[in-house]
């Protein structure tokens, strides 16, 4: 089976603009998780999507988002970005066994 | 509150030498555990999990992990360390959170280990 997947690997974005930011799941896992990993915050949860619907909520400001399509791929968007925004944002999608999940490589994210 | 602690920000070990890295949970209940590996400007590798049982849990590349309930901890050990294994080392515990009627699960991650690895 092919892992997990993102588009694009890397992006340079200017501050106030937004950007999206895709993840494809190993095929047949249905729900596909989002965090964001700096050097000074570690890993951080994002959001949890299964079957569509947001399951799971991190503590991060709504101008990041996210949605599911029915074939389980996964986007995030970060509108209005700050500089602090710049992160590896790291996507994980898991089947059966919901605990058991596997990562993508992420996008590096770098705003100017 | 609930949480997953690294002690060791970056250890430093010479290729062949034992390796023993260091993980501690807060919870009430004993979550599902993990050990993740991540290469520099790659995603996170599984390198074991713990749920429940035997104790003791092996993993890919050689690795063991040991379950002590009386400490809270989960440490990473492996008994000859590879230059290859130099990489950013993440403990990690996965947690079922109850609230309005629902209930999701939660993977909280520590800070990671970085592992040198001198010839």
């Known amino acids: 089976k092919a892992g997990v997947t993102q588009t694009p690997r890397y992006l340079i974005k200017t501050r106030g603009q937004q950007v999206t930011l895709s993840c494809s799941p190993i095929?047949?896992?249905?729900?596909v998780s989002w965090y964001q990993q700096t050097p000074g915050q570690g890993l951080q949860f994002l959001f949890e999507?299964?079957?569509?619907?947001?399951?799971n909520k991190g503590n991060f400001p709504g101008r990041f988002s996210g949605r599911q399509f029915s074939n389980s791929r996964s986007e995030m968007n970060v509108s209005t970005l700050e500089l602090g925004d710049s992160a590896l944002y790291l996507c994980?999608?898991?089947?059966?066994?919901?605990?058991?999940?596997?990562f993508g490589p992420g996008t590096r994210l770098t705003v100017t | 509150a609930q949480s997953v602690t690294q002690p060791d920000i970056h250890i430093t070990v010479s290729e062949g030498a034992s390796l023993e890295l260091r993980c501690n949970y807060s919870?009430?209940?004993?979550?599902?555990l993990f050990w993740y590996v991540q290469s520099p400007g790659q995603g996170l590798q599984l390198l074991l999990k713990?749920?429940?049982?035997?104790?003791l849990v092996q993993g890919i590349k050689g690795f063991e992990a040991e379950f002590k309930r009386s400490q809270s901890s989960f440490n990473l050990r492996k008994p000859s360390v590879h230059w290859s294994d130099a990489a950013e080392y993440f403990c990690?515990?996965?947690?079922?959170?109850?609230?309005?009627?629902?209930?999701?699960?939660?993977?909280?991650f520590g800070q990671g280990t970085i592992l040198t690895v001198h010839p």
């Open positions: 994980a999608s898991s089947g059966s066994v919901p605990y058991e999940q596997y």
């Open positions: 095929s047949g896992h249905r729900s």
């Open positions: 999507y299964f079957s569509e619907t947001q399951r």
């Open positions: 919870y009430g209940a004993t979550p599902y």
């Open positions: 713990y749920f429940s049982g035997d104790t």
């Open positions: 990690a515990a996965y947690t079922i959170v109850y609230a309005g009627g629902t209930s999701y699960g939660k993977l909280t």
